[in-house]
């Protein structure tokens, strides 16, 4: 595992809505290289995310390894079982990434992109949106998405076994937070 030299670093995770509001959430350091900053983060309550055709529903005792990046318009947070099999991927479009050796910041754009298994995705929040989609952000949230789909075969054939090869269950189970120690 690409860890960082310190044990088990813990770092929190502020997530700033479009709203102003905040939520934090205490996550363990696993890289930081050079413009991006992977975290982990045991799910404690299952949640799940419905739509008119599709639901996921991410059980307790999960876990999301999450990507951030400075100079990308997104994070991804990428969810695994308490078996390691993949159970599906979310992109947040964001902006103002930051990172220090406390603190990850990023200001949530309110449009998130929900990937599955089997690479169907759906797009999130539309109806929170406070003006058309196109005039949302100047139109940079939109062209962001667009990327961002465009990319998806990229996504599930490169980036999700990279994911896996590098960051094994096996090995995170290690991590005290997982454990709840």
């Not at 929040?125 to 940079?140: A, R, S, T």
């Not at 998405?145 to 960051?167: A, G, M, V």
């Amino acid at each position: 595992m690409q860890a960082t030299n310190q044990k088990e670093k813990k770092i929190i995770e502020r997530k700033i809505r479009y709203d102003s509001t905040i939520v934090e959430t205490d996550c363990v350091l696993l890289e930081v290289k050079d413009q991006k900053i992977t975290l982990f983060h045991k799910i404690e309550e299952s949640f799940t995310m419905k739509g008119n055709s599709y639901e996921l529903t991410i059980p307790k005792g999960s876990y999301t390894l999450a990507y951030y990046w400075k100079d990308r318009p997104y994070n991804l947070y990428i969810w695994r079982d308490k078996n390691g099999a993949y159970l599906g991927s979310y992109f947040n479009i964001v902006k103002n990434t930051h990172f220090t050796d406390a603190m990850l910041s990023f200001e949530d754009l309110i449009i998130d992109l929900l990937v599955f298994p089997n690479g169907d995705y759906f797009i999130l929040d539309e109806d929170e949106l406070p003006v058309p989609f196109h005039q949302f952000e100047n139109g940079v949230v939109q062209q962001s998405l667009q990327d961002l789909i465009h990319s998806l075969p990229i996504f599930t054939s490169q980036t999700l076994p990279l994911n896996r090869e590098k960051y094994s269950h096996e090995e995170l189970l290690h991590l005290s937070r997982f454990n709840g120690q």
